[in-house]
Structures are given as structure tokens and as C-alpha cells.
């Protein structure tokens, strides 16, 4: 039972344009979201997070949007550079609890 | 850098054989967790630790254990290693249980022939 799901195994997107990776959830508890980037041989690391309270939270090129009726978030890269190219990873952490879930992950390639 | 180690970096292995992993902090951080990641799974929750002798499974808990004696380490023991654990090992640390960011290690590449 996946509770946590990125759709879009990989993504390509033109230097300079916007990148929309996805992720839907399925537990109405989750309370805490957040977004990783992985690149390869080392570990994922934290780039982003939003909690249920809120419906959208911007870090420079980085905006995650929060739909909660939808079960739905999203990480916008705007511009997109050479250095996004990686594995994105949507994760999920319920109120109260210490569990922290993670998606399948959605490899980015950003074209120069 | 989270002040996490983990070792050994590589290992490979014989099926049947017992390995134990390591996850060092040097935080003191209560919440520490062990995930590994395969193509087309992601990261997936192996066991997780919220205090010293505090532990509890995730979601592919079978064939593995954990213990933790100390704040600072937590220890993933596979009783008798398969192929199919063939995989890339990372631990993570949290300052909360609840909306905070976890840091990973740079992970653990284990082989099973």
C-alpha cells in the first residue's frame, strides 16, 4: 500500500523553464510534507517542506503548493538549472507520529 | 554535513551470512531511521528508533533488526542476508518526530552473492 506517490518515474525540461514534479497521498493524517533531491552516490537532501496549515511555501527558485482536498502537492523549480537534474523525493510525516514516508521518486533532467 | 556516519560504506557479502550496520550521530538527535532505496521502490522505512531501547518497525521490516544502546548509534543487524537485500542503506536523523526535516547519511552499498 503505496501512501505516498510520484507518478512521473522522470521528467525533462529546458534550461530556464519551469519544472513541476508531482506526488499524491492517500493518508489524511499526514500533517507534514517535504521534498528531497538526490543525486547519485550520495544522500537525499532536504530541500523544502510545508505543513498542513498552510497551502504554499516558497525558498527562492523552490515553491511547494499544498492541495489538501486534492491529497496533492507539488514542487516548482523556477528557472530550472543544469544543477536540478537529480531524483526528486516527496515525503510525508502524520500528526503525532514519528513515521516519516517516502515516494517512489521522479528523476529530473534538466536540458542546457 | 548533519554529523551523520554510517559504515561500512560498501560491503558485499554471502547469502546466509549475518551483517550489521552502523549509523553514527554526533547531534544527539531522539529520532534516527533506517531506509533503503531500490529502482522503482524509493526510499522505504526499514525500522525506526524515537530514544534510547525505543524502537519500532516500517514497512519492510522482515529479515532485519535494530537496536540502540546509545543516543548516538543505531545498529541494522540482517540476521541472514539474501539476495534480495541487495540494496542501498541510508540512515536519518530528526530534531522531532513530527514537522521537521530528517538528514540522511551518505548511505551504505550492500551487496548479497
Known sequence: DQQVKQNSPS?????GRISILNCDY?????????????????????LISISSIKDKNEDGRFTVFLNKSAKHLSLHIVPSQPGDSAVYFCAASPL????????????LTIIP | DAGITQSPRHKVTETGTPVTLRCHQTENHRYMYW????????????????????????????????SRSKTEDFLLTLESATSSQTSVYFCAIRI???????????????TVV
Open chain 1, 11 to 15: 521528467l525533462s525540461v529546458q534550461e
Open chain 1, 26 to 46: 492517500t493518508n489524511s493524517m499526514f500533517d507534514y510534507f517535504l521534498w528531497y533531491k538526490k543525486y547519485p552516490a550520495e544522500g537525499p537532501t532536504f
Open chain 1, 96 to 107: 503525532g507520529n514519528e513515521k516519516l514516508t517516502f515516494g517512489t521518486g521522479t528523476r
Open chain 2, 35 to 66: 531506509y533503503r532505496q531500490d529502482p522503482g521502490h524509493g526510499l522505504r522505512l526499514i525500522h525506526y528508533s524515537y530514544g534510547v531501547k525505543d524502537t519500532d518497525k516500517g514497512e519492510v521490516s522482515d529479515g532485519y533488526s535494530v
Open chain 2, 96 to 110: 522531532t518526530g513530527g514537522r521537521a526535516e530528517a538528514f540522511f547519511g551518505q548511505g551504505t552499498r550492500l
